[in-house]
């Protein structure tokens, strides 16, 4: 009985630590996201613009997290780049209707609905540029609602 009382015990507290750890994982995207929709709602212009500009990833890790927005009819980042063999995973939350991305060159199409984190990842294995591009019909802009992927 007592070991039974035991190993509830530590498989209690596993739990406890893997909600803890997992509640902070997305209280940190969360907090990009709210930060992303702040900027947005204090300037009404900026609606035509990437945000948070250019990306450009640490060149000494070898995995590396992006937290993006996508918006009508932005990405929050215009370009993203990475270097060769980084594998790359982005979190991307709509701030407002429906929208998508895809990267052929990755086989990636992924639909993004407001309110949900999706999850895209791939391991950058060529240098180039890769433009990524909304997939849903999103309005007038749906057309030139794409960023560009620069592997170096
Ligand atoms: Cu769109």
């Avoid at 930060?35 to 990437?50: A, M, R, V």
Wanted: hydrophobic share 40%; aromatic share 12%; glycine share 4%.
């Amino acid at each position: 009985m007592k070991r039974y009382t035991s190993s509830f015990l530590i498989v209690s507290i596993l739990i406890i630590i893997l909600i803890i750890i997992l509640n902070n994982n997305n209280s940190i995207n969360n907090n990009t996201f709210i930060s992303d929709k702040e900027k947005l709602l204090q300037n009404p212009s900026t609606w035509n613009d990437c945000i948070n500009g250019d990306y450009i990833s640490d060149s000494n890790k070898d995995t590396v997290e992006i937290e993006m927005s996508v918006y009508q009819w932005k990405y929050s980042y215009c370009t993203i780049t990475v270097y060769k063999n980084q594998k790359v995973i982005i979190n991307i939350q709509s701030l407002d209707v429906p929208h998508g991305i895809a990267i052929e060159d990755f086989q990636i199409n992924s639909f993004i609905a407001p309110d949900n984190i999706s999850k895209i990842e791939f391991i950058a294995i060529e240098n180039g540029e890769f433009t990524y591009y909304c997939t849903v019909f999103c309005g007038e802009g749906h057309a030139f609602h794409k960023g560009i992927i620069i592997v170096k």
